[in-house]
């Protein structure tokens, strides 16, 4: 009977509302017990445990934060075909040391997700790979060309979450409807990457004077706006679960409250780098700053600030989009979008948005994990006895610099290095067994049943 003791944290349920100082004891992979100051030698003798093994492990939590096992919906781990950036195995270091304990994979990478063949292959991957629960999203479309539908069934009942387009929207109305009436007749939800490709044309930052002064083309908020409006359009009549990826500007929070004041199954999610940066944060020399949809005006970042506190967008989700040095190398204009985020979502969001007090707590627990859960309908996101014991545990104590050389990840492109910050990951939990720590100058993490060590 292995067990994991988490003592004196501050314990965070979104659920309930409880946030409590106690400790929780895991035993089997389950919670047993939350309560404070657990007596367990009490616990060894009622159950007539031995000596101690390896397996069993104390967590001192005193001045952290123990919320469930965040979840993210939207990463790039790029493998099959772009493993020079990222594989399936490298981002799941990165998700556990971020402490991520789901996260759900697109499939925009080649050859593309969209058949049960590389489904299997990603499956196969995700087994040899990691200890945290990865979550395959099917392409909509053959290719991600838009053109014919992917067996959505035979992909949802082999593994697959979700479909989605990412990357990319399916431009062809006829086809995007066609897709969810499909989604909607299997239940399967369509995560939605909202672009008109035409307008966006060449278009690299934010539309506006900062783009005109830089020499910059401009991507229109109406880019994002107009696909959203479409797909809730769409939805509405075909009565798919809509989810709206990396929303960026106000008309999309707009849009989605209304949909939501309709009746009209619509949730969303916004990135941190979205929620903490602007425009005016570029300067047109670092390519780490270019990410699509692109940093918007400080007027859009408050409404999507807003449009999270008051839960018109549901989640936070990272968009995790690792590249090579080599590709960030080519310049503003020339390199490609996307930025890493796995491992800086966690001090990003707690000192921008909870130290701030425009956060609680447990309504970071909430955006990162409990609601995330209820998108993709699995029994996570919960911290009570009787759940699974997937939790995190964050450190809110120390203040420190996020260090891009110290990521798991092979991707190093963050516009938030150097940044200082707090909220520092000490422990991922998932079924109840600790799959990576950091406790004092020791970080390490076990990746397989071999309990291979990375210190």
């Known amino acids: 009977?292995?067990?994991?003791?988490?003592?004196?944290?501050?314990?965070?349920?979104?659920?309930?509302?409880?946030?409590?100082?106690?400790?929780?004891?895991i035993v089997d992979g389950k919670i047993l017990?939350?309560?404070?100051?657990?007596?367990?030698?009490?616990?060894?003798?009622?159950?007539?445990?031995?000596?101690h093994t390896?397996?069993?492990?104390?967590?001192?939590?005193?001045?952290?934060?123990v919320m469930p096992g965040l979840i993210d919906l939207h990463v790039h781990f790029r493998e099959p075909g772009y493993e020079y950036k990222e594989t399936i195995r490298t981002g799941a270091r990165a998700a556990a040391r971020g402490g991520f304990t789901s996260v759900c994979m697109m499939p925009n990478t080649k050859p593309v997700v969209d058949s049960l063949d590389t489904l299997e292959y990603v499956n196969n991957k995700i087994a040899e790979a990691t200890q945290i629960q990865i979550h395959p999203i099917a392409a909509i479309t053959a290719n991600q060309d838009g053109e014919y539908l992917t067996d959505f069934s035979t992909l949802y009942d082999n593994g697959a979450v979700a479909v989605s387009e990412d990357?990319?929207?399916?431009?062809?109305?006829?086809?995007?409807?066609?897709?969810?009436?499909?989604?909607?007749?299997?239940?399967?939800?369509?995560?939605?990457?909202?672009?008109?490709?035409?307008?966006?044309?060449?278009g690299v930052m934010n539309a506006g004077e900062k783009a005109k002064s830089l020499d910059l083309y401009g991507i229109l908020n109406e880019v994002e706006d107009i696909i959203v409006a479409r797909d809730i359009l769409i939805a509405k009549e075909t009565g798919a679960r809509l989810h709206l990826c990396h929303c960026s500007t106000c008309d999309s929070v707009t849009l989605t409250k209304l949909a939501k004041e309709a009746g009209i199954p619509v949730t969303a999610e916004v990135t941190?780098?979205?929620?903490?940066?602007?425009?005016?944060?570029i300067d047109g020399t670092d390519p780490n700053y270019k990410m699509n949809p692109p940093l918007r005006t400080k007027q859009d970042r408050d409404a999507l600030r807003q449009g999270l506190k008051e839960g018109i967008i549901d989640c936070i989700a990272t968009d995790h989009a690792p590249h090579s040095d080599d590709d960030k190398s080519l310049g503003f204009k020339e390199a490609p979008f996307g930025i890493t985020g796995l491992e800086t979502a966690v001090p990003v969001?707690?000192?921008?948005?909870?130290?701030?007090?425009?956060?609680?707590p447990i309504e970071m627990a909430e955006k990162m994990s409990y609601n995330p859960a209820r998108i993709l309908g699995v029994d996570r996101g919960r911290l009570q006895v009787g759940a699974d014991g997937d939790i995190t545990v964050i450190d809110i104590t120390e203040e420190y610099e996020i260090k891009k050389e110290n990521f798991f990840s092979k991707g190093k492109n963050t516009?938030?290095?150097?940044?200082?910050?707090?909220?520092?990951v000490r422990a991922t939990i998932v079924n109840g067994r600790v799959i990576y720590k950091n406790i004092g100058a020791h970080e390490s993490l076990v990746e397989s049943e071999s309990a291979d060590h990375f210190d």
């Open 1 to 25: 009977m292995a067990f994991t003791l988490i003592k004196n944290g501050r314990v965070l349920d979104p659920e309930t509302g409880f946030d409590e100082i106690a400790d929780v004891l």
């Open 33 to 51: 017990e939350i309560e404070k100051n657990i007596d367990l030698e009490s616990f060894e003798e009622h159950n007539n445990i031995g000596e």
């Open 54 to 65: 390896d397996n069993d492990i104390i967590i001192e939590a005193e001045g952290c934060l």
């Open 167 to 202: 990357g990319k929207s399916v431009m062809n109305a006829r086809i995007a409807r066609q897709a969810m009436r499909l989604a909607a007749n299997e239940d399967i939800p369509v995560f939605a990457h909202c672009e008109d490709i035409n307008l966006r044309a060449r």
């Open 272 to 281: 941190p780098h979205h929620l903490t940066l602007t425009e005016d944060d």
């Open 349 to 360: 969001i707690f000192t921008e948005l909870v130290e701030t007090g425009f956060l609680t």
């Open 415 to 424: 516009p938030f290095d150097r940044k200082k910050v707090k909220g520092r």
